[in-house]
């Protein structure tokens, strides 16, 4: 047995050697690496109407198409995301490396569905519609930042950055 450097204690890593051989392997990790930044994207374009509806009036049909569509984004890397999880840990969602991140997840993913069925079910006014949508991206915002947060520790344990 060789001795490990402290901070890269087996209780500290995030990937074992094999799940970390699984990560670099499946289709499923380039998926990942494609859909967050374009989720991104749409989150960026949709914040912007969103914001430009809520202080203008003007364009509540491109914002909520713009929601909807980053809805979808989010329900793709979440079902995509799990597929991921059960390649690298052998569990759909709720590793141990990935607790935290997959529960607030389903915070953000119920606060999405929420603006679905607050639109379909004509439950809020428009402007209250963009208040849920940004209550939802504040959520999604932290979520996106669990996530950096643990691919640059995944990066750090693997010495690929100082």
């Known amino acids: 047995m060789t001795p490990e450097a402290p901070h890269k ?15 670099d392997a499946t289709v499923w990790t380039m998926v990942q690496g494609v859909l967050a930044p374009a989720q991104f994207i749409v989150f960026l374009i949709s914040l912007i109407l969103v914001l430009r509806f809520l202080a203008t009036g003007l364009g509540y049909e491109a914002a909520t198409l713009s929601i909807l569509v980053k809805t979808g984004f989010l329900y793709l890397i979440m079902v995509t995301g799990a597929i991921w999880e059960k390649v690298v840990f052998d569990q759909y969602l709720f590793a141990p490396a990935f607790f935290w991140e997959d529960v607030f997840s389903f915070a953000v993913i119920a606060l999405h569905t929420a603006y679905v069925w607050a639109l379909f079910a004509d439950a809020l006014s428009p402007a209250g519609l963009m208040v849920l949508a940004l209550a939802a991206y504040a959520a999604y915002v932290i979520n996106a930042g669990q996530f950096l947060l643990k691919l640059r520790a995944a990066r750090l344990q693997a010495g690929e950055i100082a």
Do not use: E, I, P
């Not at 204690?9 to 990560?23: E, I």
């Open 9 to 23: 204690s087996k209780c500290a890593m995030l990937y074992t050697d094999a799940q970390r051989a699984r990560r």
